[in-house]
Each structure stands twice: as structure tokens, then as C-alpha cells.
């Protein structure tokens, strides 16, 4: 149902973890000044990082004795997912929404960047559950529980980036 769902939301993406962002994304002033291009999450080591959205792995390895996994998902946008202690994928491995692309060390770096390499900020573009607004009787009669969470996302254009 989530999948359907957000296949109806534009830029829209399932969180990579379940876990406090601890470094937030800070936009840099020009394409080499100093900035965060995405978020840093704080974690148990160990805990399943999860794609955002489908794609095609475009690299997956080490970068100066830190594991990266790159996913070009199926908008044309990369994720990036760093930090990593493990993963089996590979370059040309296709992913799905939520399926796991390693798992986390300590800390997790995940960042969006539009096909032209300009960096997103994930923060307004991360599907967050809520639920529907009810109302529950107050005359005694029997109330229906909630239904299920739905996904939205709390921003359509990120703060820091413009409209596409």
C-alpha cells in the first residue's frame, strides 16, 4: 500500500533509517564551499539501511575507508548512503523501494542530489506516517479503529533548492 501510495506523491521518499537526524542538511554557498549536502542519523551499529526509493545501484565501495552504496533511482535523483559497515550490492544491482542496501555503523550519511549534481535537502522530501483526522462518539456507541498510517511528505520543494 506504501509503495502505491507514494508512486502517487512527486519527490517523495521512504526514510533510509528509523533514527534521529543528528547533523542537518546546511546548504553550501557555491558548489565547493563547505556545507552538509544531506543528513547524518545517529544509530545502533548494525541497523538495516533501507533504499529510499527503486533504482540502480551506479556505485557501491570504499572511499577513503568509508563504505558508500549510490542508488540513481527511477526519478533520475541519487541517493547517497554513507557510513555504511556492510553491503552486497553492486554496481548495476537494481533495488526496490525499502529493500536494504547494507547496514549502518554507528553513524548514517544520506544525501539526495538532482541529476545535474546539485545536492536536495532530504528533510521535506522524507515520507513521514500520519494518520487521518476522526472523530471518535462520545454517546457510548462502539468506535471503528484508525486506519492505516498514510505517507506524505512534509515539503514538495526542499529548503535550500528550488522548484523542478
Known sequence: MWMLL?????TCYL????A???VPFEAPACPFCPGQRGLEY????????RAAAPGVVTFAGIVVGVRYVVVRHDD?????YG????SELAAGDRVAAGAVVGSASDRLYFGLKRPDGEPLDPTGLLAVATRRARLIPTDGTPW???TQRLPSCPASVPR???PR
Open 6 to 10: 507514494l508512486s502517487l506523491l512527486p
Open 15 to 18: 526514510p533510509p533509517v528509523a
Open 76 to 80: 533520475s535523483n541519487s541517493a547517497t
Open 42 to 49: 545517529e544509530l545502533s551499529p548494525g541497523t538495516p539501511v
Open 160 to 162: 535550500g533548492g528550488s
Open 144 to 146: 471503528r479503529p484508525a
Open 83 to 86: 557510513m555504511l559497515r556492510r
Open 20 to 22: 534521529p537526524i543528528v
